[in-house]
């Protein structure tokens, strides 16, 4: 009875031990595209909402003319030259980033004119196209993942005409960034947006 009485001791220890690094073996939880996501939109929406810089072009000088956000003021000697002076319509839907509200419009041979306007409805940027999600080494984090991502311009509440001017060429409404995460007390951080 003694031999049984020491297996049964030996098989009670072995299974408790079992039970115990089972306990202490958690996974770490999935970090999904969609949780990627929602983080790095959770840290933009906690910024302050911005307007958009939109590049304007003489195509673009045209369209903010039709859509009457700004009116021909004064042209120069040489005829290339002018100045046009943002309407109430245009205050209402844009700021320029030089300030003040005359765009002097001085073309150079070789060289287009353009300004930069910033619209008045201000956005928080939007995280989207999730993609690349990978296992990560980060400085002082035991378990990481780094993930690619677009950051867009939230055009919500600006008027048609002016997010017409925003899709011409040269405008940037988007960019390639790349977020890493990292996994702090059984949950997934955002680490750092480069």
Same mark, same amino acid.
């Given at each position: ?62 369209? #903010?003319?039709? =859509? ?9 000697? *040489? +005829?290339?030259? &002018? ?73 919500? #509440?600006?008027? =048609? ?9 040269? *405008? +940037?409404?988007? &960019? ?19």
């Amino acid at each position: 009875m003694g031999k049984a009485k020491g297996l049964q001791v030996v098989c009670v220890c072995a299974f408790l031990s079992a039970g115990l690094l089972l306990a202490g073996c958690k996974t770490a939880p999935e970090l999904t595209e969609a949780n990627a996501q929602a983080l790095i939109q959770a840290k933009y929406d906690q910024t302050p909402a911005t307007g958009v810089n939109i590049m304007v072009d003489d195509l673009g000088l045209k369209q #903010g003319l039709a =859509a009457q956000y700004w009116k021909l003021s004064k042209v120069y000697s *040489n +005829k290339s030259w &002018a100045d046009y002076t943002l309407t109430d319509d245009g205050k209402k839907a844009l700021t320029l980033l030089a300030g003040g509200d005359v765009i002097q419009w001085r073309p150079e041979e070789g060289n287009p004119a353009h300004f930069v306007v910033v619209t008045v409805a201000a956005n928080h940027a939007r995280a989207h196209d999730i993609n690349n999600l990978q296992d990560e080494t980060l400085p002082g984090a035991d378990i990481a993942k780094g993930a690619e991502f677009t950051e867009g311009a939230d055009l919500t #509440g600006v008027p =048609a005409p002016l997010q017409g001017i925003a899709h011409n060429p040269g *405008n +940037k409404l988007s &960019a390639k960034r790349h977020a890493d995460f990292s996994l702090e007390g059984g949950a997934w951080k955002l680490h750092s947006i480069e």
